[in-house]
Nanobody, 120 residues
């Protein structure tokens, strides 16, 4: 299983970024894919998840209304569109997968992260 997050960078407050998670090595249609983030000195935080088992999408309260998770099943890739970014969104964002349905912590495989910095 391989997971590669990309799309991070430096953005001003109020700006947008689109993260991508390219996946391979498993049956995409049977797994849920989640986004997590970890800010410096803080614990890892679940952000969002999409389940290919039932098509459901879930968001942490901090992401609701600003972030949108989506996927391109033909490319086995999941996206996280992040709008109205705030300095507190600064973190390393990683994607992870779990067989079946979404979970906010217990994932089967983890990928490397991409750094998002929100600063003026």
């Amino acid at each position: 299983v391989q997971l590669q997050a990309s799309g991070g960078g430096l953005v001003q407050p109020g700006g947008s970024l689109r993260l991508s998670c390219a996946t391979s090595g498993f049956t995409f249609s049977r797994y849920a894919i989640g986004w997590f983030r970890q800010a410096p000195g803080k614990a890892r935080e679940w952000v969002s998840c999409i389940s290919n088992k039932d098509g459901s999408t879930l968001y942490a309260e901090s992401a609701k209304g600003r972030f949108t998770i989506s996927e391109d099943s033909a490319k086995n890739t999941v996206f996280l569109q992040m709008n109205a970014l705030k300095p507190e969104d600064t973190a390393v964002y990683s994607c992870a997968v779990r067989y079946g349905y979404c979970h906010t912590a217990a994932m089967d495989y983890w990928g490397e992260g991409t750094l998002v910095t929100v600063s003026s």
